[in-house]
Structures are given as C-alpha cells and as structure tokens.
C-alpha cells in the first residue's frame, strides 16, 4: 500500500468519526466513545504522518511550506482536543469546540487530498512512495495499540 492510499484509509476513518462526534448529546457514553475514537486516531495519524510524509516532502524545496502548513493544522486540531479534554462533555461550549475540530479535520482532508497529494506525487518516486506507506501503517498501528 503507498502512502497516499495509507493516508487515506485513515482520511475515512477521521471523517467518520468527526461526523459521529458532532452527532451526539450531553455527557454521555456515546459522546465520549466517539471522542476517544477520534482522538485517538487524529493523534496517531498525525504523528505517522508528519514523519513519514512531510518531513520526507521536507527534503524538497516545493515540500517545505506545504508541509509546514498540515503541521500547523495538526498544532490547531490539538489545541482544540485539549479545550474538548478541559470542558464539561455536557456543556454548549464542548459541542461548539467539537464542531470546530470536526470542520478542521474535513478542510485539513480535503486540502491534503486535492492539493498536497498531486504535490507530493511529483516529488516522490514510486519506491519511496511504497516504502513510506508502510512505514506509516506500521507507525500508526504501534500508536493506537499504546
């Protein structure tokens, strides 16, 4: 599997869980299995990702402000966990914050796979692509089981 087609498997998943977080209610079992569930693979995948595909993309001149940009996301999608993890799960606040990750992640998706892909096909050679990609899974795999 390449690392584009890595990176969005967990795409999906981010979607789907982002779209069930917003669909819950109050301090509830289901509200905070749908976090748990995303925050815990936002946290894995960005950490894979960063290594495995953009400081790779680093390496190259064109890759430098891209990369910097998904990071700088992933610093905002943090800082929005933790706001979640300090705020009552019952509170309009939560949901509001909840709301604003979920929106995030679906711009920070659609960014990467409309533009930062057919960026980083370009700069990528196919073995590096294949050699990243598992790379990646194997990381991300390691990160949700800790």
Do not use: C
Request: net charge negative.
């Amino acid at each position: 599997m390449n690392i584009f087609e890595a990176l969005r498997d967990s795409h999906e998943r981010q979607r789907s869980y982002a779209d069930a977080l917003i669909q819950t209610h109050g301090d509830s079992a289901e509200r905070a299995e749908a976090y748990k569930r995303l925050k815990e693979e936002l946290q894995a995948h960005e950490t894979a990702e960063e290594r495995h595909f953009y400081i790779p993309l680093m390496a190259h001149d064109n890759g430098i402000d891209p990369s910097r940009h998904a990071i700088s996301e992933h610093h905002e999608m943090d800082e929005m966990m933790e706001t979640l993890d300090e705020t009552e799960m019952s509170s309009p606040a939560w949901l509001a914050t909840a709301k604003k990750l979920a929106e995030k992640v679906h711009h920070h998706l659609k960014e990467e796979e409309q533009k930062f892909f057919q960026m980083a096909g370009k700069l990528l050679d196919d073995k590096q692509k294949e050699t990243l990609g598992g790379k990646y899974l194997k990381e991300h795999k390691e990160l949700l089981a800790s």
